[in-house]
């Protein structure tokens, strides 16, 4: 399960998605998360699919890779589903004893169902094309202007970074002391919700006690080298918005005015 956790991972390629400027596909991004909420119909959801398989050939990461971070999501996605299918009121397609479907519980199923995992695939692209550092420079510049309010946009940044670059440490850390446990005797998946809630100390307390160690160890390295935040800092690589950034930015306009003219004219019994 530990492998699936695609949020804070690079895939290290050379790809037009990769070489794009990191603020030009955080905003990306940020209108892939606005397109996913606005869709409204099987035909929308077809375009997106579509438009995600793209992606995934363009930047070269599989797309089994991008979908790998639904499976830790599996048991929200089932319960999103379920929920939305037994417990929306409407017109009544079946019954099964007390079980009641309705036909606006199966389309609001539906359509919870798939936006979650549009959006979950978007978001695990951004970090899949952008290493930490790249994107910790990408929010620190766009929310730069928020400086003449004394807003930390720098430390803001930094702490993203850092929380990024530690996740996948994290989970290593994790499958290692999950093995180091199990080879003592312990069960970490027999057993009720609270037995195994139970067995999960022995896991957590090792791996606190390793994530607050690395902690200081940074806070003690970043105090050692004179580290002050944003002041007077330059950067190695500048960044600079290409013509290829403001082409993705045109087809993502593109794919925004599709999507409407979809939820407008797509015939209602289509409608999600």
């Known amino acids: 399960m530990l492998n699936n956790i695609t949020l ?3 895939y290290p390629v050379d790809s037009p998605v990769h070489r794009l400027d990191p603020r030009m596909k955080i905003v990306l991004t940020i209108f892939m998360i606005v397109i996913v909420f606005i869709t ?3 035909v929308g959801y077809a375009l997106l699919l579509a438009f995600v398989a793209v992606l995934s050939r363009l930047s070269h990461v599989p797309f089994s890779t991008m979908m790998k971070g639904l499976k830790p999501l599996r048991f929200i996605l089932i319960l999103t589903f379920l929920l939305n299918l037994f417990f929306t009121t409407g017109t009544e397609l079946f019954r099964i004893g007390f079980i009641r479907v309705t036909q606006e519980g ?6 919870y169902s798939l936006r979650l995992v549009f959006l979950v695939v978007t978001t695990s692209l951004l970090t899949l094309t952008t290493s930490p550092i790249a994107l910790s420079d990408g929010i620190e510049l766009l929310l730069s202007p928020l400086k003449v309010i004394h807003f930390p946009a720098h430390e803001l940044a930094m702490m993203m970074s850092i929380a990024l670059r530690f996740i996948p440490t994290l989970l290593e850390e994790t499958d290692k002391i999950m093995k180091a ?6 069960d970490f998946e027999s057993g009720n919700l609270l037995v195994r809630a139970k067995s999960m100390i022995p896991l957590l307390v090792p791996l606190f006690v390793s994530a607050f160690r690395r902690a200081g160890d940074l806070a003690m390295a970043m105090e050692a080298r004179c580290y002050h935040g944003g002041e007077n800092r330059t950067r190695l690589r500048v960044l600079t918005i ?5 082409i993705a930015l045109f087809v993502m306009v593109l794919l ?7 939820n407008v004219f797509v015939p209602k019994g289509m409608i999600l």
Request: glycine share 6%; aromatic share 6%.
């Open 106 to 111: 199966l389309r609001q199923s539906i359509h």
């Open 181 to 186: 446990q199990k080879a003592r005797g312990a």
């Open 256 to 262: 925004l005015a599709a999507i409407l003219v979809l």
């Open 242 to 246: 290409t013509k290829a950034d403001w």
């Open 40 to 42: 409204q119909n099987l």
């Open 8 to 10: 804070g991972q690079y």
